[in-house]
């Protein structure tokens, strides 16, 4: 069954630092998500896109966070200079439709630590 | 905006019994769609079982199945014949039918621990 892929699995990085996470979605899929869960916390919506734009994000997703598509396979949020609080575990999901029966699939995560 | 809500933050079940877990939500809406999903230790969210809420039909995945109470806004998952590898976070889901805003609001999850 196709995945959602995510790079890396962890990654650390000091507070100012940029950082670039990585997703591959499922690749005939058309809608895709970034989600954050701090450790114990409840998973966070903070993005949404289709079509090459932002269709859809959260109060979370201020100008510190940008998303790109930048070829055909990859999907990648930027958090550009990191704070000790971005340090959580990053979903990303990928959906093919909106309707009930295209459930978003998820990635294995990425825990981002900001030291 | 959406919310979810569920009320228990831990459960336990004897291996081989049931469990219901519960999730209430708040919505305006008259069309949309509900999602359990499952974290295990390894992090990864698992799709366990969707519901559209215009089916009066509850949903059912082989052992598992929900009660979905429209007009209370009510959507319990249960677990039947409980097995070890059903240990998890167990996290409920709002997802709206209208296009643009088709994002998933999660409730705060409810830990199942399998005894055995």
């Known amino acids: 069954e196709p995945e959602v892929t995510q790079t890396p699995s962890h990654q650390v990085t000091q507070m100012g630092q940029e950082v670039i996470l990585r997703c591959v979605p499922i690749?005939?899929?058309?809608?895709f998500y970034w989600y954050r869960q701090i450790l114990g916390q409840k998973v966070e919506f903070l993005v949404s896109f289709y079509n090459n734009e932002i269709s859809e994000k959260s109060e979370i997703f201020d100008d510190q966070f940008s998303v790109e598509r930048p070829d055909g396979s990859n999907f990648t949020l930027k958090i550009r200079s990191t704070k000790l609080e971005d340090s959580a575990m990053y979903f990303c999901?990928?959906?093919?439709?909106?309707?009930?029966?295209?459930?978003?699939?998820f990635g294995n995560g990425t825990r981002l630590t900001v030291t | 905006a959406q919310t979810v809500t569920q009320s228990q933050p831990e459960m336990s079940v004897q291996e081989a019994e049931t469990v219901t877990l519960s999730c209430t939500y708040d919505t305006s809406e008259s069309d949309y769609y509900l999602f359990w999903y499952k974290q295990p230790p390894s992090r990864q969210m698992i799709l366990v079982i969707r519901q559209e809420a215009y089916k009066q039909q509850n949903a059912t995945e082989n052992r598992f199945s929900v009660n979905f109470q429209k007009a209370a806004k009510s959507f319990s998952l249960k677990i039947s014949d409980s097995q070890l590898g059903d240990a998890a976070m167990y996290f409920c889901a709002y997802r709206s039918a209208n296009f643009g805003n088709e994002k998933l609001t999660f409730g705060t999850g409810t830990r199942l621990t399998i005894i055995p």
């Open positions: 999901a990928s959906s093919d439709g909106t309707a009930g029966n295209s459930p978003l699939h």
């Open positions: 690749s005939n899929h058309l809608y």
